[in-house]
């Protein structure tokens, strides 16, 4: 909000919204094949590169029985962002 004031825009309204919503992720390959932004390394490369063996292990072995099982969540984030510019 500090940028868009300071760009010369007033009346500003910013809306965050968290959703936490059942994922659609069901397989544990498609879940290694995500990333949170297009930006972002897949968890596959993240284990992979930043993981030792025995913490892959323990990772993986709590965290894909819950994304096999259907009953994982997931959090969806996104702002918005509404603002008037002035005439000049």
């Known amino acids: ?14 809306q965050l919204c968290i959703d936490i919503v059942p994922s659609v992720v069901t397989s544990w390959e ?9 930006n972002a390394p897949t968890l596959r490369t993240v ?7 025995e913490e892959r292990d323990f990772f993986v072995g709590n965290l894909r ?11 969806d984030r996104i702002v918005y962002l ?3 510019k002035p005439a000049p």
């Open 1 to 14: 909000m500090t940028w868009a004031r300071g760009a010369g825009f007033a009346e500003i309204h910013l």
């Open 30 to 38: 498609v879940f290694l094949g995500c990333s949170p932004h297009p």
């Open 47 to 53: 284990l992979a590169e930043h993981f030792s063996p």
């Open 65 to 75: 029985p819950l994304v096999e099982s259907g009953k994982h969540v997931t959090t």
């Open 82 to 84: 509404n603002a008037v």
